[in-house]
């Protein structure tokens, strides 16, 4: 069994800073690509960020210059720094792996519950 566990979620004025983490713990061999994607209201869930083993990272175009993926793959936590922030980035902000729970097993697809972020004043 994996879980992922994201935090840092909340409400925040315009032009502020979030800082999201999430840490995947469980049964993991290795994982391979995290991700943040978000869900907007009356919108599909789309990819914000991805990042790879090897740190090679991808934004989404709405949020490129303004937020910054990394992870710490001695923690299997990724994380997403958030800056400057608009009152379209509120959307529930999820945590995605790619998973391993053995070496011959197959990769597979863990999601985290979940964080709000409101920015609003």
């Known amino acids: 069994q994996v879980q992922l566990v994201e935090s840092g979620g909340g409400l925040v004025q315009p032009e502020g800073s979030l800082r999201l983490s999430c840490a995947a713990s469980g049964s993991i061999f290795s994982i391979n690509n995290m991700a943040w994607y978000r869900q907007a209201p009356g919108k599909e869930r789309e990819l914000v960020a991805g990042?790879?083993?090897?740190?090679?990272?991808n934004y989404a175009s709405s949020v490129k210059g303004r937020c910054n993926i990394s992870r710490d793959n001695a923690k299997n936590t990724v994380y997403l720094q958030m800056n400057s922030l608009k009152p379209e980035d509120t959307a529930v902000y999820y945590c995605?792996?790619?998973?391993?729970?053995?070496?011959?097993?197959?990769?597979?697809?863990?999601w985290g519950q979940g964080t709000q972020v409101t920015v609003s004043s």
């Open positions: 995605a792996a790619q998973v391993r729970t053995r070496s011959w097993g197959p990769w597979t697809d863990y």
């Open positions: 990042i790879t083993t090897g740190g090679t990272t």
